[in-house]
């Protein structure tokens, strides 16, 4: 069965540093894959998709890599800030058996914690 | 971006009794909504997949007589746990994917249920 790790179950960064998470996946080519951040007592918000083509993509601080043959994607905010404590989600969409919806597959999260 | 809302946002209950947790995608269709489960210091996990007009799919494990899902509506599904147990207290999550935009899924706010 597919399986999603994400290396650090929690990781602490000063702020104005880089954060790096780390997504790992087994057993599944996915098309694509996704990063989203998770507040405590909320539902996940999504941040950013990277496709199967892609190498890298970026979006105001934040930058998603997609090595397909590693089977892995790195995730990294630069200038952390305070505001960027959560937990951040990746995920893949398992495509559908015949005549179900292709399912979206999450990670087991990495808490980030940015201190002043 | 797209708007997906769940109500109640928090609901307590005594053991034995049903209750019915309400999605809806605010600002657009959705022909397929997904309800999640997440513990404390977990990540969501899918129960079910449900689609407008027909039965839901459930994952293995998850108990489709206890889990009732209704997907009446291209914007309402509504999940009813039925004679509920303290081990059902959890936070509940429910996703849209929108018909118009393949890829992206969007989440609700979630739904925290105590059992007493």
């Known amino acids: 069965s597919q399986k999603i790790e994400q290396n650090s179950e929690a990781l602490n960064i000063q702020e104005g540093k880089t954060a790096t998470l780390t997504c790992n996946y087994t057993?599944?080519?996915?098309?694509?894959l996704q990063w989203y951040r998770q507040d405590p007592g909320r539902g996940p918000v999504f941040l950013l998709l990277?496709?199967?083509?892609?190498k890298e993509k970026r979006k105001e601080r934040l930058k998603v890599t997609f090595d397909t043959t590693l089977k892995q994607s790195l995730f990294h905010i630069t200038a952390s800030q305070p505001a960027d404590s959560a937990t951040y989600l990746c995920a893949l969409d398992i495509p559908a058996t015949t005549g179900t919806a292709s399912k979206l597959t999450f990670g087991t999260g990495t808490r980030l914690q940015v201190t002043l | 971006g797209a708007v997906v809302s769940q109500h109640p946002s928090w609901v307590i209950c005594k053991s034995g009794t049903s209750v019915k947790i309400e999605c809806r995608s605010l600002d657009f269709q959705a022909t397929t909504m997904f309800w999640y489960r997440q513990f404390p210091k977990q990540s969501l996990m899918l129960m079910a997949t449900s689609n407008e007009g027909s039965k839901a799919t459930y994952e293995q494990g998850v108990e489709k007589d206890k889990f009732l899902i209704n997907h009446a509506s291209l914007t309402l599904s509504t999940l009813t746990v039925t004679s509920a147990h303290p081990e059902d207290s959890s936070f509940y999550i429910c996703s849209a994917r929108d018909r118009s935009r393949r890829d992206e899924q969007f989440f609700g706010p979630g739904t925290r249920l105590t059992v007493l």
């Open positions: 057993n599944y080519s996915p098309a694509y």
């Open positions: 990277i496709r199967e083509n892609e």
